[in-house]
């Protein structure tokens, strides 16, 4: 048996109990990770509180996606692991598959990868879900290139961080827009070439200020639904759009008077589906390395114990972190 964190029913920060469950049976391609620490994202809280009931797992539910730790079994047919080896992925949490608030985590291979070396395991944890969201979003979908010009909205949130430092390694330019001073002196130190406070100052104004009116190559709109509209006055004549929230009815005239490219991006559909898992455990790995290199690293706001999984999600709720929020083995609620 082992320990784990389950949900029996939608509700606020505290409906999490404690629970004995049977360590998962390995399967053929599959391997069986000790948890070290999983992080926060902000789909974990909307699986919590019923928003998104078609894709929470069966009760009683154990949630969340990103997991760092150790293998402890290795299932029939899997080549690239071993026991032993630490690995990072986003690989549970969600319907058909459990989640990294236990002891135990069964994981497909393919959407695993082997951890950066030189990050610690709570650092790793909070990296795959977000990473995987912007390498999706600026590699393989906008497909940035250097000397482009990219606006980042949301530059010092959870995938926005990451966000900023793979397109400086693409070498393109950053300009990351953000709400406050502190965050901008954040999203400076993450590589950020060009600080907009947007508090201060309309999207009209930046884009005049910085594309001479012309709007920008890339805009990647990690704050979505209504906040499409400012993207879309953002770019310019035939740009590209990337958008990972956009749950909303939107007006469409200005996509199709300026001749935009909007792309789409929910991580979760390998894992829902079961197609393109390989892939995710590819872009984990270019990250490892790129993590190793010193072009990328996370931004850990606060670490918290399992056993303050209430106090956790409360402050991931309230809007005050800046980049990510994990949490590290423990239990005893």
Partial sequence: MMKALV??????????????????????????????AT??????????QGLVADITPVFPAVLHGDVAGTIKAVGVGVNDFQVGDEVYACAGGVKGLGGALAEYMLVDANLVAHKPVSITMAEAAALPLVSITAWEGLIDRAKIQPGQKVLVYGATGGVGHIAVQLIKWAGATVFALV????????ARRLGADVIINYQQQPVEEFVAEHTDGEGFDVVFDTVGNDNLQNAFKAAKLNGTIVSIVSLSHQDLTLLHLKGLTLHLVFMLIPMLFGRGRAHHGEILSKLAQLVDEGKVHPHLDKIFSMAEIASAHQYAESGQAIGKIVLTQSFNL
């Fill in 39 to 48: 992080s926060i994202n902000p789909v974990d809280l909307k699986i919590r």
């Fill in 179 to 186: 709400s406050s001073n502190e965050k901008g002196i954040i």
């Fill in 7 to 36: 949900i029996d029913q939608f509700g606020g920060s505290n409906i999490f109990r404690e629970a004995d469950l049977p360590i998962p049976l390995i399967l053929p391609h599959h391997v069986l990770i000790r948890v070290a």
